[in-house]
């Protein structure tokens, strides 16, 4: 990198912790970081980060399929609630095609402790999962995405509104990494594209 005369992003060191809610009753860490899925929607992870605006915070909620590790859901507010998360599953929840349960993780955030959205998830035949107290590593694929989102994208910009923010939020998520950026999970193609291969594939199998 000194050599052809590249700089890397830092990261900044400034960061806010979210509270963390007890776990409801009957509700454990079923993934157990097992982030693999024999198929598309069986296992999904969700997670919020902070987006930094000249203005103030953009919160950002999203939901992965760990089969393809594609962003199928996600919601960006000013405000970090239970209307943020349940946003993002409920757009994950469209484009589901199985009547199968899912399973769904998150952290123990309040937004994902709350009994409303414990309701929430029952309704929509999700089976909710969480992580244990302060651990990362429980919600990794997750964490993993936030990190691409804001090396590529966030750390190299500095965005005056929440609307600028949102826009390019956007477009690295559903023109960028969707659909164009590379995988090694993926066998080295963008979610989309391993999906179509999948899709394919099944195709050309089945009888």
Known sequence: MRR????????????KRRKSGERPAGIT???ARDFTAPMPNTKWVNDITYIPTQEVWLYLAVVLDLFSRQVIGWSMQPQLGRDLVMQAVLMAV??????????????????YTAQEFQVFLQTHGIVS????VGNCYDNAVAESFFGLLKR??????????????????????ERFYNQQRSHS??????????????AQQSSLTCP
């Not at 999962?129 to 244990?132: E, I, Q, T």
């Not at 500095?158 to 690295?172: C, G, H, N, P, S």
Request: aromatic share 10%.
């Open 185 to 198: 999970f993926t066998q080295g193609l963008a979610p989309s594209n391993f999906m179509s291969q999948q």
């Open 94 to 111: 469209w484009q589901r095609r199985s009547p199968e349960a899912v399973l769904l993780h998150s952290d123990r955030g309040t937004q």
């Open 129 to 132: 999962s969480m992580s244990g």
């Open 29 to 31: 860490n079923q993934l």
């Open 152 to 173: 590529e994208r966030v750390y190299r910009q500095r965005y005056l509104t929440r609307a600028e923010a949102r826009a390019d939020i956007f477009d690295y998520i």
């Open 4 to 15: 052809e005369g590249l700089l890397g992003i830092p990261a900044p060191t400034r960061w």
